[in-house]
């Protein structure tokens, strides 16, 4: 009896001791055991009420200026916040040079987007789709004010924002409506999927014996993969709570040489743009591969449409090798067996209790 | 700053001679000190003040027919320069509307015609004070100071926070907007319009823009916050000769796009020049504003002084 009590003492410890370690403010992360939660800004506490008003937000057609795009126009829940399509176009039809991330796990990142160090934290790349004119994608620039009246005239908002931002009086601007679309996205982490019971959760039946035979081809260092897609969320690029020092990668995956010097398109260069430096050419950063059969299509610009296109495209080390291409593509050659094997592997990575999670679904389909 | 001090030096010798003399004297002391100052200026197409809906022929190297959409910039760092050529900077006045500690907005399109990016409101003067002095010269930096540049935008005072001169792909903003549709380049795409969706060919008709801003601010470090970039994109601009009193600096922009074809565009680059290094279409315009571009120094031809 006392052993027991004591088990149960020791247990609610690690219960309190995990939820300390789990943010401030009281907030209860979505999260396995295993996985420490992301970062958060002093300046934007993770709360319940700025992640439901971040959820309503996201699911917006008014952040548009013409109703038609919300955030999940481009980040659809059942593609692990893709949107299917190479490269997206905004309201004016422009489209954008690059292909719409996954917003998996989206607060693990040091860095957003594709190769741009300077954006480092959600709130501020919030203003990138709502008001960006080059290319313009939901097209709000110059139109903030508009925004707000009509945030304010929906009954939907005004108390969730004085909910959200009772220090602010529930005001409804800039500030609060970034830092609540970023409370949001943070909740967006997928940690289930067999591959994840597997690994992480001990049950060796979770994973089929091919996925298994692509794993170890996965982490082997015959094909390199996991030089970069490694760690817990399959990137080198990772940050969280117990992890004080942020990592990421930008690599070259040999996809372009337009000049026989590594030249990449002039509107995707890569980290060259912001960094100044050559051989900076074509660098991008790691995408997680959690949920990558649903990601489709591949790369910085969708230019691989299949999970099979892109493991061929690593067997040759590449489709267009450049002088700064990364060393970590050898090129390989897989028996067509191993193939599936290793499609077995990345398809494990689908989480499907993420893509029909109730909690990161559309609200406005049910009752607001 | 001196100004504190010399008010107290201005306010001690009033109070000494009213105690001597009784007369009125330090309402006339303070003005001495502490003097107000309006520079003045305007934005022309060659010889022809800028308007929206106005239309200007023979603009750049291919004498093209340009309508300019917008019309803004950011000055800062604004100062008077004296006899012996010292510098001293005109404290701006803090309306919280235009101007923002060392920063100020020039605003010249009035949201009328074509303008659909900008405000209803303009403005066409920096104001501030200036310690009295014999002032020969005017000097200021086209541009927002790098540590205004690179804060948060989110919770920004104004004028920063017009999110038409947002630029946060560079995490900072446009120091200068002028749009224009040009013979070459018809700007039928228009923020505020509702194209149809899926339209591919809309990135073609987005006219010539000319967006002034930092870039390659990664430069020192990809692994921390902007601490450096490699093209600041600030051109100091300084006249010897300036009165307040009678001159205006006039924003040419016939005079900045001499030699710039507007009516092409590079392929897979912005529409126009958007300070990007590897766009040929920012020269020799860069140059032009007295920045150097693809290892080229340039003379600024931008601004001009207008008795």
Request: charged share 20%; aromatic share 10%.
């Amino acid at each position: 009896m006392p052993r027991v009590r004591f088990r149960a003492f020791a247990l609610a410890l690690l219960w309190t001791c995990s939820a300390a370690a789990q943010g401030t403010g009281g907030y209860r992360w979505p999260l396995p055991g295993w996985l420490p939660p992301p970062l958060v800004p002093d300046d934007n506490p993770q709360t319940d009420a700025r992640v439901d008003l971040g959820r309503h937000l996201f699911y917006d057609k008014r952040l548009s200026l013409d109703g038609t795009m919300a955030c999940a126009t481009c980040h659809e829940q059942a593609r692990a916040f893709t949107d299917g399509r190479a490269r997206p176009t905004g309201i004016t039809g422009q489209q954008h040079p690059r292909n719409a991330q996954s917003l998996a796990n989206v607060g693990y990142w040091p860095v957003l987007t594709w190769a741009n160090p300077l954006l480092r934290h959600l709130e501020r790349q919030a203003l990138l789709p709502l008001f960006g004119e080059s290319p313009v994608e939901m097209g709000m620039a110059g139109h903030e004010q508009a925004l707000f009246a009509r945030l304010a005239a929906d009954p939907a908002y005004p108390e969730r924002f004085r909910r959200a931002f009772p220090e602010r009086d529930g005001a409804i601007d800039l500030a609060t409506i970034t830092r609540a679309l970023a409370a949001f996205q943070r909740t967006l982490i997928s940690a289930d999927s067999p591959y994840d019971r597997y690994r992480y959760g001990g049950r060796e039946d979770a994973l089929s014996p091919a996925a298994k035979r692509g794993e170890a081809l996965f982490f082997s260092e015959r094909l390199e993969c996991f030089h970069c897609h490694g760690g817990v969320h399959l990137t080198d690029s990772l940050v969280h709570a117990r992890k004080p020092f942020a990592e990421y990668a930008f690599h070259n995956t040999g996809l372009y040489d337009r000049d026989g010097k590594g030249a990449y398109p002039a509107d995707n260069t890569g980290l060259l743009e912001h960094s100044g430096r050559a051989d900076d050419m074509g660098r991008f950063r790691t995408p997680s591969l959690r949920n990558v059969e649903l990601t489709a299509p591949y790369m910085h610009d969708g230019s691989i449409a299949t999970l099979e296109e892109v493991i061929a495209h690593y067997e040759a080390g590449g489709r267009a090798r450049g002088p700064n291409t990364s060393p970590f593509l050898p090129g390989f050659r897989l028996s067509a067996e191993e193939k599936q094997d290793l499609v077995a592997f990345l398809k494990s990575l689908t989480d499907r209790d993420f893509v029909g999670d109730p909690r990161f679904a559309d609200p406005w389909k049910t009752a607001p | 700053m001196t100004v504190s001090s010399s008010f107290r030096r201005t306010v001690l010798a009033g109070l000494v001679l009213a105690a001597g003399t009784a007369a009125p004297v330090f309402a006339p002391a303070l003005a001495q000190a502490d003097k107000p100052v309006t520079i003045r200026f305007a934005a022309s197409v060659g010889d022809k003040p800028f308007a929206c809906g106005r239309s200007f022929d023979g603009v750049g190297a291919t004498r093209s027919r340009v309508t300019p959409s917008d019309f803004r910039f950011y000055v800062s760092d604004v100062a008077l320069v004296d006899a012996t050529g010292k510098a001293v900077p005109l404290k701006l006045d803090q309306d919280e509307r235009w101007q923002h500690r060392t920063v100020a907005l020039l605003d010249f399109e009035d949201r009328s015609g074509p303008c659909l990016t900008g405000t209803q409101e303009t403005r066409d003067v920096v104001t501030g004070t200036v310690p009295a002095g014999d002032y020969r010269g005017l000097r200021f930096t086209l541009g927002v100071p790098f540590e205004l540049n690179h804060a948060d935008a989110t919770i920004a005072p104004s004028p920063l926070n017009l999110t038409t001169l947002f630029w946060n792909w560079q995490a900072g903003y446009k120091f200068l907007r002028i749009d224009l549709a040009t013979s070459g380049r018809p700007q039928d795409i228009k923020p505020g319009d509702m194209p149809k969706f899926g339209d591919r060919a809309a990135s073609n008709r987005l006219g010539f823009a000319i967006h002034l801003g930092s870039t390659v601010c990664a430069a020192d470090s990809p692994t921390k916050a902007p601490a450096n970039c490699a093209n600041p994109n600030r051109p100091v601009i300084e006249f010897a000769a300036f009165d307040p009193a009678r001159d205006v600096v006039v924003a040419d922009l016939g005079a900045v796009l001499e030699g710039v074809d507007v009516d092409t565009n590079q392929a897979e680059s912005p529409a126009g020049c958007m300070s990007t290094p590897n766009d040929g279409d920012c020269n020799p315009l860069m140059r032009n504003f007295g920045l150097t571009f693809a290892g080229q120094g340039g003379q600024q031809k931008f601004f001009r002084v207008q008795r």
